[in-house]
């Protein structure tokens, strides 16, 4: 859908809400980056946005929704994989890599997640994947599919979708860039589940 | 081992040769970086160095080999490669990975195949991988192992590899980051044996 011309006024309480929002953004990006998602507190957000921790709190709720609204992604992860995680760890791979390729097939969301996954390769940008991502996304799909030794296997299960993200959507290599989206899940849906269910070295 | 002062010099039949040699690289590595792999020719490559193309040949030999010599690696990694290769499709996923870990676990050779995966992942730099690495050091890889379609079930094997090198060497993903040689063997050799023999989609 085209953008339509004189779009509505956005909705406010109050005059400037928005760029206090934006500045808490603001303040959050430069803090995640700088210190890490761990090293990040809202008081400490709200302080460098010059704003009190409630209204933080108010705006984005926790720290976790803070990281991902600071990320600016088109979508929340969360909603897309919470259906797959639901029907347990039978399917899981399958579930997940539809989940996966939802988002990362699309043509409006791709470009913003490779723009993302670029920075985080980058020397230092590392911690946005390993203190951000990864804690925030990825640890609580394994918890609520009741895997044993989620802190393992969800790196495990990471390693091989991050190949696959480097291989289909940053490098474009063939035939794994082309590869139709239920190819792509009948090829690396077993991998997935072995990492779910594999004895561990 | 530091360096020793005054190193002895080079060996050479004629003055000037590791200057010609110099020269021939860097037209390689600039040919390879804007017309690819595909695009590059020995002859062109010898014209931009004012060479004759019957030099570059004599220094480097074929254009895979120039390839790799432009790419400045520590090793010739076909080397490292040959005698896991050399045993067949059975435990070739064990053996390549050892290969694998023997290159990148390595203190001295890992910071220069990062710097080259960095590169590679620049817009742009996809090239290195997809009209290089792949088709110059790792197709061979499947072709000597005698797999059915190595156009497919390597890069699938990439696929898996360059996720364990994105999460144990770029990013410091853990517990991959920290995995004992013995254990990153252990954990991805099912997953590359799966890609050489299991059912294409």
Redesign the interface.
């Known amino acids: 859908m085209s953008p339509t011309p004189g779009t509505p006024q956005r909705r406010g309480r109050r005059p400037g809400a928005p760029d206090t929002r934006a500045t808490i953004l603001e303040a959050a990006r430069a803090s995640f980056a700088g210190r890490g998602f761990a090293g990040t507190t809202v008081r400490g957000v709200a302080a460098a946005a010059g704003v009190d921790a409630a209204l933080v709190h108010h705006y984005f709720g926790t720290k976790d929704a803070l990281f991902l609204a600071a990320m600016e992604l088109p979508v929340d992860p969360r909603r897309v994989i919470a259906p797959a995680v639901a029907g347990g760890i039978d399917g899981a791979g399958e579930r997940l890599l539809h989940a996966f390729l939802s988002l990362w097939d699309d043509p409006e969301i791709s470009p913003v997640l490779v723009g993302i996954v ?1 920075s ?4 230092g940008g ?1 911690r946005l ?2 203190q951000g991502i ?1 804690p925030v996304l990825l640890l609580p799909v394994g918890e609520a599919l009741g895997i044993d030794h989620p ?2 296997r969800m ?2 299960v ?7 993200i ?3 959507y ?7 860039a082309s ?1 139709p989206a ?2 792509v899940v ?2 690396y849906a ?2 997935l589940q ?1 990492f779910f269910t ?1 004895d ?2």
Chains 1, 2 share one sequence.
Do not use: D, F, Y
């Not at 985080?120 to 020397?123: E, G, I, K, S, V």
């Not at 990471?158 to 696959?164: D, E, M, P, R, T």
């Not at 940053?170 to 794994?176: K, M, N, Q, R, T």
């Open positions: 670029r985080a390769l980058q020397p590392e994947l390993t990864v802190e393992v790196p495990l990471i390693s091989q979708v991050a190949g696959l480097l291989t289909r940053l490098v474009g290599l063939e035939p794994i590869m239920e190819a009948a090829t077993p991998v072995h594999a561990l070295p």
